[in-house]
Structures are given as structure tokens and as C-alpha cells.
């Protein structure tokens, strides 16, 4: 016979209550050939068994799996796998590949989070879950240096010259590394779960932000430090404005500040207390405008906020998002552009001075990481479906789809002539795709 147990009580998520036939053959899978009410480790209280099923002896208990479950906890396709996954849970197409190079030596299994270029073009970074990022060339893969922490890293990026790069890990911990001949030069330590970092766009100066809502500022090499305090909550993103002069951060708690790096003094806090047209309920990211002068916020309900940074004038209000916005960033070409990266699968290219929407783009799963091409209007868009694509942003036309990942892209880089691009993702994967023929 076949027990039929009220798997209810074990179930953690209370929509998987209607899948409870599921529940119970994953948890309490019997042996053949055992009898009565125990299985191997499995002891069930009789006062569980809602029923008992005479089976033949050469028929296995069915269960609500798919057709030709085996019923050895393999439920890939059925109800069980989305109940346990995540309801809705993007499935992923496969595509093909069109890369021309892949750099796989970061560990299988482990995801590669972030990737960033130097400014001299051939020599890439990639860091990821396997607590190492790797320094590399574009033309054959050959890796330059490998840098090393205790903890994954989830932040690369190179200085103004790509003399140095930053390599900042999940406890906290940013090492400064010589690009030329790969030694540490320093190590910095902000004691907290980190959430990003940015390079001064002239000098050797560097700013991050942490979940505990402190902000701090290094000088590198001499690790001179300066801590800055005023967000109630984790300080999401932050960059610095192009000029140098000041630096912007967003916060979980909804507000914005305006930072003098000289002073430590806060020059303009944003939020909906001081002004009721910045209604951002918290900050998820950030972009700042070649005149420094301007920055737009995105938030997890979908709305990009565009504001004056040294007057706090709200300039435009954009909706039309329907999830939150993972990533924002001004069009090198046309500075009024302003592309937003969403949640809800679309990329949405906006002029901030019309308030119009020139473009939307749509992918089959959330865009998680944004670029543009440095002399045209191109948005580069990088998505949880596995691809990146090219887009015209003025019209929304898709001009290429780049693909050769099999599971989510996390992040992507795109080099100063916009027709190399570099991405990393969950499968442990990096993406090549060079001399793209763009229009």
C-alpha cells in the first residue's frame, strides 16, 4: 500500500498548500519493497494518513507530477519545481550563441556578478561568487592577474586612467590593485556589508556605500578615510558627479544627498519631506548628467524621479514602469536621453526635457544592467532571459541580439567603441562579442 500523509504543516510557502500530493511524494518517497508506515529515516504518525491506496504490486503510486516522473525527486517541468523555485519563475530559451570568445575561469556553479573595461581597451575585469576576479585580455582570454578575497565579490571597476582597479567584496573589504604588474596596494576596509563603489572620475579617490547607511571616501594610496553620515538606511547606489566636485548617494529610506568631499557637508538632501514631488518610497538606483548638475533616481515602484542637484528642483516625474528600476544611465550622444532598466522586463528611453518617451524595449525577463555606445544613440540592455541587446533609442528598435549565456546575465560592459561588449551571469560564464556591425 501506499501512504497519502497531510504534508501541510511542512509546507513553507502557503501557496504550495494546493500542491500538497507533490509535498508528500517528494518528502515521503517509500522504498520498494517496504511495508507499513515507515520509510528508511521516516517515522509517520498514523494520525497523519488521510488515506490509504491498495496499489498493484507491479504499479507505482501515481502522483500530480509530469507524465514520466520517476518520482525520484525530479520534478524539472512539473509543479513542484516552480512551487520550489518561485512562482513564475522566468524559464529560460535556449538561443544559440553568437559570442567569439568566452573566458570560463572562474569556478563552475559559481555566479560571475560584475565585469568592467579599461579605458585601453583590450584588458577586462570579472569578479564573482568564487571570491576572485580576474584580470584578463580581450584578445585571448590570457589572464593578467587574479585577485583574491575572503568573500564574493560583487564590485570591479577601474580608475580614471586604468592604472589601478578596485575589487570590493561582499564583507565589506575593497583592495586596490596596480594594473601594470598586479600588486595589492592597498587594502580597505569599510566593516560592513558593502553595496557599491565609484572611482573619482580625476583623482585617486574613493567612495562606497553600505547596508548599514554609512558612506565612506578613501584616498588611494594613502588610505586617508572620511565617513559621512545622514541616510537613515542602506545607501543603495552613489556615484560622483563628471566634474568631480560633489557626489550623490540614494538610500533605502527614499532620500538623496549631495556630498562635499572636501567638507564632508551635506550640500542638498532630496526626499518627499522636503520636497512632496521627490515621492520615492526608496532609491534603488542612480545616474548622474555630464553637467553635474542634474541626477535621475529610479525606485522599486517603478518611478524615475529626474531632479536639480544644487537647486533640489524636481525637473521631470517619469511613469510608466510597472516594477522596479534596477539600473539608469544618460546617453553619452544625446544627454537628454535617459534609459531605465526595469524589473518588469522593459528598458524605456525618455528626453528629460520633453518629458516624452522615445523608446521602449522589450526582453522576456527583468533588465538588470544598462550601457550606451559612446557616439550614438544605442542603448545596450542586459537582461534575466539570458541576452543582451542593441536597441536604437529613439524608436525602440532592437538592432542586435547578443546571446551564448544559459542562465541570467548580471551585468555588462560595453567598450569605448561600442562595438565590443562583455557580459557575466549565473552560469559562470563570460560573453565576448566583438566587431559588432552597428548601423
Not at 538606483?285 to 544644487?310: M, N, Q
Not at 525637473?315 to 522596479?324: M, R, V
Request: net charge negative; with cysteine.
Amino acid at each position: 500500500f501506499f501512504s497519502v500523509v497531510d504534508a501541510r504543516e511542512h509546507v513553507m510557502d502557503p501557496k504550495s498548500a494546493e500542491h500538497v500530493d507533490d509535498d508528500g511524494a517528494e518528502e515521503f518517497e517509500l522504498q520498494e519493497g517496504d511495508e507499513g508506515d515507515e520509510a528508511e529515516g521516516i517515522t509517520l504518525n498514523p494520525e497523519d494518513i488521510l488515506e490509504v491506496i491498495e496499489l498493484d504490486d507491479d504499479q507505482p503510486p501515481e502522483t500530480d507530477g509530469e507524465e514520466g516522473d520517476d518520482g525520484d525527486g525530479d520534478h524539472s517541468g512539473g509543479e513542484w519545481e516552480d512551487e520550489e523555485e518561485g512562482e513564475g519563475e522566468l524559464e529560460l530559451v535556449d538561443r544559440g550563441d553568437n559570442s567569439t570568445a568566452k573566458f570560463d575561469k572562474h569556478a563552475p556553479g559559481k555566479s560571475v556578478f560584475c565585469v568592467a573595461a579599461s579605458k585601453h581597451g583590450d584588458v577586462v575585469c570579472t569578479g564573482g561568487e568564487d571570491d576572485a576576479a580576474y584580470v584578463w585580455r580581450l584578445s585571448d582570454q590570457d589572464i593578467v592577474f587574479k585577485c583574491e578575497h575572503a568573500d564574493s565579490i560583487v564590485a570591479v571597476q577601474f580608475n580614471h586612467n586604468s592604472s589601478l582597479l578596485a575589487t570590493a567584496s561582499m564583507d565589506g573589504v575593497i583592495n586596490v590593485w596596480d594594473v601594470a604588474d598586479g600588486h595589492q596596494v592597498i587594502s580597505l576596509d569599510c566593516g560592513d556589508d558593502l553595496e557599491w563603489i565609484d572611482w573619482h572620475p580625476k583623482v585617486n579617490f574613493i567612495v562606497a556605500g553600505t547596508q548599514s547607511g554609512s558612506v565612506y571616501m578613501w584616498t588611494v594610496p594613502s588610505g586617508d578615510m572620511s565617513f559621512f553620515s545622514g541616510h537613515a538606511a542602506a545607501v543603495t547606489c552613489g556615484k560622483w558627479n563628471p566634474d568631480g566636485r560633489t557626489f550623490v548617494t540614494g538610500s533605502a529610506d527614499g532620500s538623496a544627498i549631495v556630498w562635499s568631499p572636501k567638507t564632508k557637508a551635506v550640500l542638498l538632501k532630496l526626499d518627499s519631506k522636503a520636497n512632496h514631488s521627490f515621492n520615492l518610497s526608496a532609491i534603488t538606483c542612480l545616474a548622474c548628467h555630464a553637467d553635474s548638475a542634474i541626477a535621475a533616481f529610479g525606485g522599486p515602484d517603478g518611478r524615475v524621479v529626474v531632479a536639480h542637484t544644487k537647486t533640489g528642483k524636481v525637473i521631470a516625474t517619469l511613469d510608466g514602469h510597472t516594477d522596479g528600476v534596477e539600473a539608469l544611465a544618460f546617453c553619452p550622444a544625446m544627454p537628454q536621453l535617459l534609459a531605465s532598466a526595469s524589473l518588469d522586463g522593459s528598458v524605456r528611453v525618455a528626453d528629460i526635457t520633453t518629458h516624452l518617451v522615445e523608446g521602449v524595449c522589450k526582453y522576456d525577463g527583468s533588465v538588470v544592467a544598462l550601457g550606451w555606445h559612446p557616439t550614438q544613440p544605442l542603448v545596450y540592455g542586459a537582461s534575466l532571459d539570458g541576452t543582451t541587446r542593441i536597441w536604437n533609442a529613439r524608436n525602440g528598435t532592437c538592432l542586435k541580439e547578443l546571446v551564448g549565456h544559459n542562465n541570467h546575465i548580471l551585468d555588462v560592459a560595453v567598450l569605448r567603441d561600442g562595438k565590443t561588449v562583455v557580459s557575466c551571469g549565473e552560469d559562470s560564464r563570460v560573453c565576448v562579442y566583438s566587431d559588432l556591425e552597428l548601423p
